[in-house]
């Protein structure tokens, strides 16, 4: 579904992403894992058309990305990012509905709406509250929801665990999983390796802006090089 092949990004002279080259099949969940500043939140941007890569090449559906971001979500790419960074100053509503800006089937909105609702049964108690008066836990399932009011195809969701408690983390990859098994492919980029390992299809390890490890994620639970490195074993 999705392929990046030699892909490069320079940041002046860092060389942020060096080479490197991924696939996602459709409906899979492939999950990055990596250290702070090992290139995850870049490799997303990148693809999500918001970062220029220097060279390389990313597809989407056997067909190459095109450069502007705006194109790129009306593909069904879409980039849930880092720290929410939803609307303080709208209600829940207005944010949901601003996730479905390059849409005009207002219908089907209304109905999209519903199921929003329906998967994320708490927004629907704060539908006329501001975004920015929620708990943290709040706001991401507000972010995520928000992402799927543009229709997507593959889901691109950036360290959404960040910050929450265990219970409300818990609460937040059941929700992938729920979102994946009705037909979104899922790329997660998240800093609790154990649990991005053991919802993923397959995964990556992401390390100075190079891959250094790949492999099915719960296989990879067992690699004590993983294990050291990211889960605390």
């Not at 990046?4 to 320079?10: E, G, H, K, L, S």
């Not at 693809?47 to 009306?74: C, M, R, W």
């Not at 800006?101 to 109905?111: A, G, H, M, P, Q």
């Not at 609460?171 to 992938?176: D, S």
Request: hydrophobic fraction near 40%.
């Amino acid at each position: 579904m999705l392929k990046i092949t030699d892909m490069n990004v320079f940041y002046g002279h860092i060389h942020a992403i060096q080479g490197i080259s991924i696939q996602v099949q459709k409906n899979e969940i492939v999950s990055i894992i990596g250290s702070n500043g090992a290139g995850k939140s870049t490799l997303l941007g990148s693809i999500a058309g918001i970062i220029k890569k220097t060279s390389g090449e990313i597809t989407f559906e056997d067909n190459q990305l095109p450069a502007h971001s705006y194109e790129i979500v009306k593909l069904g790419v879409i980039l849930v990012p880092e720290r929410r960074r939803i609307f303080p100053n709208l209600t829940v509503n207005e944010n949901l509905k601003m996730g479905a800006y390059l849409r005009n089937d207002n219908l089907e909105i209304e109905k999209d709406l519903e199921e929003i609702y329906r998967l994320f049964p708490i927004l629907k108690k704060r539908t006329k509250q501001y975004g920015g008066t929620l708990s943290g836990g709040e706001q991401q399932m507000l972010a995520i929801a928000r992402g799927l009011m543009s229709k997507p195809k593959f889901l691109m969701l950036d360290e959404p665990s960040l910050g929450l408690a265990p219970n409300l983390t818990e609460e937040v990859f059941l929700k992938i999983k729920e979102i994946n098994q009705i037909g979104i492919t899922i790329l997660l980029v998240e800093q609790n390796a154990f649990k991005a390992l053991e919802i993923a299809s397959r995964a990556y390890v992401l390390e100075n802006g190079r891959i250094t490890y790949s492999g099915i994620g719960t296989e990879m639970l067992d690699n004590p090089n993983i294990k050291n490195a990211y889960l605390g074993v």
